[in-house]
């Protein structure tokens, strides 16, 4: 018997086990982030013009750097984990531009992000004197 190997099949299987090693890493990360933040309890109301106050820095520079992108970026802070792990992880952060909007990224369990949403939209009010007031939020009920 003979066995013959392309440099094609051979390149494909190594772009394989690369993919699959990344995706391990990932999901590694996402099991480390999840103990370094924690879990928020439910009900969890997310203001709209959150505090970076006890939060987790995403490290675009460092360790998190595969998860910069789907944190939308290099000053995302992560407040914490919803505790419902079963099929996916979801994590509550904020961004920070010129005002700090919560928003809700998910994965999957391999660790591919599903989706990345605002929790809550600009709702404010500029008086006169450049005043600004904000009451906006969203709940996360435990269901």
């Known amino acids: 018997m003979v066995l013959l190997a392309s440099s094609s099949s051979i390149k494909d299987t190594e772009e394989i086990t690369r993919a699959s090693r990344q995706d391990d890493s990932k999901k590694n990360l996402l099991h480390d982030l999840i103990n370094e933040v924690g879990f928020v309890s439910l009900p969890y109301k997310a203001l709209f013009n ?32 919803l505790p419902d792990t079963s099929s996916f992880y979801s994590f ?52």
């Open 92 to 143: 509550i952060f904020i961004t920070i531009s010129a005002i700090s909007k919560p928003n809700l990224v998910t994965f999957d369990k391999q660790g591919k992000r599903i989706s990345c949403e605002p929790l809550t939209e600009e709702n404010s009010v500029i008086y006169a004197g450049e005043i600004l007031e904000c009451e906006e939020y969203a709940v996360i009920d435990a269901n």
């Open 50 to 81: 959150a505090s970076t106050n006890g939060t987790y820095r995403i490290q675009c520079w460092g360790k998190d750097s595969t998860l910069c992108a789907d944190f939308r970026g290099t000053a995302s802070f992560v407040i914490g984990a």
